[in-house]
C-alpha cells in the first residue's frame, strides 16, 4: 500500500510532535511494501505474524524511502530517518487520528457484510455535485490502509467517506478509535468471515460498534435488517427501509423489462437496474445523501449515471453473452442476492451460475454452500458450473434439478464451459477473493 501525502509540510509537523524527532529530508509518500517505495517516501516498517517488515528497509532505501517507523533500533544508513516506537502499527493509527482532527467536516464510517463498497462509492458519486469528497480508495479499509486513507485528507475536502472493514472481533472498534466519525452507515449484518468472528451475535456486536462510537454524532439504521434493529445506538438516528415508520421509508417495484424502482418518502427513483443488492444500496444512500442536503433531483439523476465498481454485479457483454462479474468477494448473502440478481434479466437465454469457494465461513462453511444450491433450485437456474472444495457441498444439491458440473480446476471448467455456452446465455460468476474467478471471464473473452 502507498500513497502521496497532500500536506508534506504538515504531516512532517505531526510526525515531529507524536515522535520527538524531526525528520531530516522531506516525507512526500508513505508506504507499507519497499517494493513500492519511490523518492521521498517513508516506510512503514510493520512487524506481521509471517513477514517482519523490518527485513526490506534496506530495499526501502534503495528504492528511494528518507525514513522509516521502526521498532528497533536501525544503524546501517546515514541517509535515512528512523523514528523509534513501541508499535508501529498503534502509532499509524495515532498519526492518522491527529491527522483527522485538523478537520471539522462530516466524517461518515460504513461498514456491513455486504455492500459497503458499492454504498460508498454511489455516495461519491452523488455527493460530488455539492462537496469536495475524500473517500476511501481500493481495499484502504483496514488497521492497515484505513490510517493511510485518513493521511490523505486534505483542506479542500468538505466530506469523508470511509470504509471499514472486519474479520475478527474488535477491528471496527479500533477503526472508529482512529476515525472518530461523525456520521455511520452499517448496510447489514450476515454470516461473513464467521471463520473469524464465530457465530452472527459475535459479527453484529464488531459492526455495532459504528454506532456505540456515535454518542455525538449520527446512526443511519437500516430498520430492514434484523440484527441492526436490536443493537445499542448512540446519538441522533435517522431510519430507512421497508416499513412506514422509517424516516425514509421505501417501496420496491419491479418493471416489466425486469429493473427495479423505488418509492423512497413519496420520491419516485427509477435505478434501471434488476439487482435488489444494489437497490439496497440506494435506499441507504438517500438517508445520507438528502440528509447533507442533496436535492432529490439531483439525487435521480446520479443514481441513473452511477457505474457500479469493477467485480460487484457489473454486467458485461461478451460477443453473444451477458456476463454478470461478481466476482470481487461472496459470502451465503451476497450469493443468494446475485442470483436472485441474474434470474431477474430478461430476455431470452440460460441462466447460468460459475461458483467458486467462499471462504471464512467457518463451521457452517459447507450448510451455506448447500444453500446455494437449495437456492439455485428454487430460482429454477439452467446450469451450474462449479470449482474448488467447499462447492462440492453445493454440486450435492442440485442431484437431477438441472444440468450442473464440478470442476477441481478453473482451467476445467473454462475449457468446458467455452464448448458449452451458446448464444443468449447469462452467466453469473461468482465466488471469494481468494478463487480470483474473474480468470473463467478473461479466458472466455480470449475465446
Not at 84 to 103: F, I, N, P, S
Not at 121 to 142: C, P, R, W
Not at 158 to 181: F, H, K, R
Request: proline content about 3%; some cysteine.
Amino acid at each position: 500500500m502507498r500513497i502521496t501525502l497532500p500536506e508534506p509540510e504538515a504531516f512532517s509537523a505531526l510526525i515531529t510532535q507524536l515522535t520527538g524527532k524531526e525528520p531530516t529530508f522531506p516525507i512526500t509518500g508513505i508506504t507499507t511494501d519497499s517494493r513500492e517505495c519511490i523518492t521521498g517516501d517513508l516506510y512503514i516498517a510493520l512487524n506481521g505474524v509471517q513477514v517482519d517488515g523490518h527485513q526490506f528497509i534496506q530495499q526501502a532505501r534503495d528504492n528511494g524511502a528518507v525514513a522509516s517507523i521502526v521498532e528497533r533500533e536501525i544503524s546501517f544508513s546515514n541517509r535515512m530517518d528512523f523514528f523509534v516506537v513501541e508499535d508501529v502499527l498503534k502509532t499509524m493509527g495515532d498519526l492518522a487520528r491527529e491527522w483527522r482532527r485538523q478537520y471539522d467536516i462530516p466524517v461518515i464510517g460504513i461498514t456491513g457484510s455486504n455492500g459497503k463498497t458499492t454504498t460508498k462509492e454511489l455516495l461519491k458519486h452523488i455527493l460530488s455535485t455539492a462537496e469536495n469528497v475524500h473517500a476511501t480508495s481500493g481495499n484502504f479499509n483496514t488497521s492497515i490502509g484505513l490510517p493511510l486513507t485518513l493521511l490523505q485528507l486534505a483542506p479542500h475536502h468538505t466530506v469523508s467517506l470511509i470504509e471499514m472493514g472486519a474479520n475478527q472481533p474488535g477491528d471496527i472498534d479500533y477503526l472508529c478509535d482512529v476515525t472518530e466519525p461523525t456520521h455511520g452507515l452499517i448496510t447489514n449484518i450476515a454470516p461473513a468471515h464467521l471463520e473469524g468472528f464465530g457465530s452472527i451475535e459475535v459479527v453484529a456486536k464488531t459492526k455495532g460498534a459504528l454506532f456505540n462510537a456515535l454518542e455525538n454524532g449520527t446512526a443511519f439504521v437500516n430498520m430492514a435488517d434484523e440484527h441492526i434493529r436490536k443493537l445499542e445506538i448512540q446519538g441522533k438516528i435517522i431510519s430507512y427501509g421497508l416499513t412506514p415508520e422509517c424516516d425514509f421509508p421505501a417501496d420496491i417495484h419491479h418493471e416489466e423489462n425486469g429493473t427495479i424502482s423505488l418509492t423512497i418518502d413519496a420520491e419516485e427513483i427509477v435505478t434501471g437496474s434488476h439487482n435488489l443488492s444494489f437497490v439496497k444500496n440506494v435506499i441507504a444512500s438517500s438517508a445520507i445523501a438528502i440528509h447533507l442536503g442533496i436535492d432529490w433531483d439531483i439525487f435521480r439523476k446520479k443514481i441513473k449515471s452511477f457505474q457500479s465498481p469493477k467485480g460487484r454485479c457489473e454486467v458485461k457483454q461478451l460477443n453473444d453473452l451477458t456476463i454478470i462479474d461478481d466476482t470481487y468477494n461472496a459470502n451465503l448473502t451476497s450469493t443468494l442476492a446475485a442470483i436472485d440478481y441474474l434470474k431477474a434479466f430478461s430476455g431470452n437465454g440460460r441462466r447460468v451460475l460459475v461458483f467458486g469457494d467462499m471462504f471464512e465461513l467457518g463451521e457452517g462453511s459447507m450448510n451455506h454452500h448447500r444453500q446455494v444450491g437449495e437456492h439455485c433450485i428454487e430460482r429454477k437456474l439452467d446450469a451450474v458450473f462449479s470449482t474448488g472444495i467447499e462447492t462440492s457441498a453445493t454440486d450435492e444439491v442440485l442431484n437431477n434439478s438441472m444440468f450442473h458440473q464440478h470442476f477441481d480446476s478453473k482451467q476445467d471448467l473454462l475449457t468446458t464451459l467455452q464448448d458449452w455456452l451458446k448464444a443468449g446465455d447469462k452467466l453469473l460468476v461468482k465466488g471469494s477473493r481468494g478463487m480470483a474467478m474473474e480468470t473463467i471471464i478473461e479466458g472466455l473473452a480470449k475465446n
